[in-house]
């Protein structure tokens, strides 16, 4: 079998699991939806920088909860399992693409809510949305490899924020300055230099991760 067909599969598998279960996913929603909730409570009516800033905030720890588990939720045997029928770059992969759509999913949820809690006027909602789809990207390509490393680990959460502390800090500061460009209206060629180093970024990542994650698998 091909690594496109292992991929394939393995997404397959990820989806089916995840449309069994659900908990993970509504828990996941249900943290967005309270949080943003508990925000309004707090602040009813803040500026636009803060606004900005506070849903990246939210968004970031939402993807934290989504997708510290990827690794840790699977056991021993089904690990094994894994390491018989597919690569072990096409199981980082097919992890990448499924968490990459699942944070695209929750940051759409989270934006829709936010934006109605929160009323604010996006001048370009359009790059404002391209904005969140590239930040989902990162936040599941940087927290997927984490999510492998820690969990070979017996505080897998601890770990898990300690790794990914040097790469969340200044991919978090890009996608806040990218999302304020869209916020104030910006002529959209000023952002460029921010997309270009956020796909930078995410391409080191997945490329780091397609690389060293055979080392891990074998452990």
């Known amino acids: 079998m091909s690594e496109l067909s292992q991929i394939k599969t393995l997404l397959r598998k990820e989806v089916l699991l995840e449309w069994r279960s659900k908990y993970a996913l509504n828990g996941v929603i249900l943290y967005v939806v309270s949080t943003v909730f508990v925000c309004y409570l707090s602040f009813i009516r803040i500026d636009p920088v803060v606004w900005n800033a506070l849903f990246w905030i939210i968004l970031l720890f939402a993807s934290i909860n989504a997708i510290s588990k990827s690794f840790a939720q699977e056991s021993k045997g089904r ?22 759509g699942l ?13 109605v809690v929160f009323s604010n006027e996006v001048g370009d909602p359009l790059f404002y949305f391209l904005a969140v789809v590239i930040g989902s990207v990162s936040f599941s390509s940087v927290f997927t490899m984490v999510s492998a490393i820690a969990s070979r680990a017996g505080n897998s959460g601890t770990l898990m924020a300690i790794l990914s502390f040097p790469v ?40 780091v991760s397609v690389m060293l994650f055979p080392f891990l698998w074998k452990e």
């Open 79 to 100: 690990q094994l399992y894994y390491y018989t029928i597919a690569s072990p770059r096409a199981v980082i992969l097919s992890k990448i693409i499924y968490n990459a």
């Open 103 to 115: 944070m695209l999913g929750l940051s759409i949820v989270a934006l829709v809510v936010y934006s």
């Open 168 to 207: 969340i800090i200044p991919l978090l500061l890009l996608l806040i300055r990218l999302s304020k460009n869209a916020m104030d209206g910006l002529d959209r060629s000023v952002s460029y230099d921010e997309i270009g180093v956020l796909a930078l970024i995410n391409l080191i990542v997945v490329t």
